[in-house]
T-cell receptor, first 115, second 114 residues
Framework: DGGITQSPKYLFRKEGQNVTLSCEQN?????MYWYRQDPGQGLRLIYYSQIVNDFQKGDIAEGYSVSREKKESFPLTVTSAQKNPTAFYLC??????????????FGEGSRLTVL | AQSVTQLGSHVSVSEGALVLLRCNYS??????LFWYVQYPNQGLQLLLK??????LVKGINGFEAEFKKSETSFHLTKPSAHMSDAAEYFCAVSPSGSARQLTFGSGTQLTVLP
């Protein structure tokens, strides 16, 4: 079955440590996204990538970094510079350049807790 | 710039009752509107989308939404709630229809009472 796989599902981190969240998709989608979800705030876009080796900052990119070396993979690193990293992180993908779709396909999320 | 307001962060209905989740938007251009559903500890799934073809949009699981330009609204309804409908629902708007420009509302948690 095609889909998006995020790992780990739960992650605990000490303050000052970097942590990398994995996102892999086998939908053959060009575009991939990382969102952060906090209670009562909906989803906020961290980074997105339309093609391999290219990515753009979203609305809340500070303290995060990404790479897009392969079409299938879009890992997110939460750095020690992120002041409030405890959140639920969602990876998504979409068909790029397909006109009006607006449809995102989501993974099941990674819950990061900073101790 | 566009924005989305979901009225009511929590809504409770009895099983079999009408479900009405409210969404109002602001957009400087004709918007494209979406409803997504999120079950506990999972990602979001598209319920339905409005792309200017028809004002009444039917989605999955018996949900539908009506675009009302004069009221800048896109409320989600279902005639008869089922226990399996308990989830969080997000309204989203995009000025161009592209996924990159989606702006999400803050969500409405739907509880279905037996």
């Amino acid at each position: 079955d095609g889909g998006i796989t995020q790992s780990p599902k739960y992650l605990f981190r000490k303050e000052g440590q970097n942590v990398t969240l994995s996102c892999e998709q086998n939908l053959n989608h060009d575009a991939m996204y990382w969102y952060r979800q906090d209670p009562g705030q909906g989803l906020r876009l961290i980074y997105y990538s339309q093609i391999v080796n290219d990515f753009q900052k979203g609305d809340i990119a500070e303290g995060y970094s990404v790479s897009r070396e392969k079409k299938e993979s879009f890992p997110l690193t939460v750095t020690s510079a992120q002041k409030n990293p405890t959140a639920f992180y969602l990876c998504a993908s979409s068909i790029a350049g397909a006109g009006v779709t607006g449809e995102l396909f989501f993974g099941e999320g990674s819950r990061l807790t900073v101790l | 710039a566009q924005s989305v307001t979901q009225l009511g962060s929590h809504v409770s209905v009895s099983e079999g009752a009408l479900v009405l989740l409210r969404c109002n938007y602001s957009s400087s251009v004709p918007p494209y509107l979406f409803w997504y559903v999120q079950y506990p500890n999972q990602g979001l799934q598209l319920l339905l989308k409005y792309t200017s073809a028809a004002t009444l949009v039917k989605g999955i699981n018996g949900f539908e939404a009506e675009f009302k330009k004069s009221e800048t609204s896109f409320h989600l309804t279902k005639p008869s709630a089922h226990m399996s409908d308990a989830a969080e629902y997000f309204c989203a708007v995009s000025p161009s229809g592209s996924a990159r420009q989606l702006t999400f509302g803050s969500g409405t948690q739907l509880t279905v009472l037996p």
